[in-house]
């Protein structure tokens, strides 16, 4: 079930959503999404791919998937709502395709993709549903889809009494494990394979700090999630085909 209220939903503008991700990108600008590294991880998720195919990255934000993707050889279309992002986009990736407009409505031909990617931006659209819609209509029938969303049983969240990223203030939804598969299924896109999303762990600098508390608390953090269930992971990565 969705933790944003129905009247959150309705009192949300899509203006609201690209005024704030133009501020997020204009203040924190490349350090506003994670790593280029990170994005060469998640793109070996959908390895091999065809040489020449097309892939749309939905929500592109700082342009480092679809700059991994165009230097593999894909043909690479990106959108975002916000200009501040389309902007950064075009500068980290010059060889895609980059383009303002929400992912609800999207402005390509029906059949139009090989791979489609949702890098942690579907619980932030006003209409999820409509953005599944949209797109399975631009996947090829045999098209891949990688999709990155959050876990509403993240284990650290409930220790922390936490409830969501640091973008929930604006628009988020937080679903389990079942309740994504369910969503997904509803819309024609099944999932084949699902992981971890390896970020947390890593993106831990252990020595960051001498601090020997610092240090203790991170190994704790790490070892932690050598063993932690996917059900109570921070995100799914979930591979994902088209029924035709």
């Excluded at 001498?210 to 591979?239: D, E, G, M, S």
Aim: proline share 4%; net charge positive; hydrophobic share 40%.
């Amino acid at each position: 079930m969705e933790d944003t209220s129905s009247s959150q939903c309705q009192k949300l503008k899509l203006s609201d959503l690209a005024d704030f991700y133009d501020r997020m990108y204009a203040n924190e600008g490349m350090k506003a999404m994670r790593t280029l590294e990170h994005y060469q991880e998640m793109f070996a998720f959908i390895q091999p791919v065809r040489k020449g195919g097309k892939l749309l990255d939905i929500g592109c934000g700082t342009g480092y998937f679809l700059k991994t993707a165009s230097e593999a050889g894909l043909d690479s279309y990106g959108i975002d709502i916000s200009q501040v992002s389309v902007d950064l986009s075009k500068k980290t990736a010059p060889l895609a395709h980059v383009a303002c407009s929400p992912g609800e409505h999207l402005q390509f031909e029906s059949k139009s993709f090989d791979y489609i990617f949702f890098g942690g931006t579907l619980e932030h659209f006003l209409d999820p549903d409509k953005g599944l819609e949209e797109a399975y209509r631009v996947a090829k029938d045999d098209a891949e889809f990688l999709i990155v969303v959050p876990n509403k049983n993240y284990w650290l969240w409930r220790v922390r009494g936490e409830h969501g990223t640091n973008q929930r203030e604006v628009q988020e939804l937080l679903q389990n494990y079942d309740s994504w598969v369910g969503m997904f299924k509803r819309h024609g896109i099944v999932p084949v394979g699902v992981t971890h999303d390896p970020w947390p762990w890593k993106s831990v600098k252990i020595f960051k700090k001498k601090n020997p508390w610092n240090i203790a608390r991170r190994i704790i953090y790490r070892f932690i999630w050598l063993f932690i269930p996917l059900r109570h992971t921070y995100q799914f990565v979930f591979v994902c085909k088209k029924i035709a």
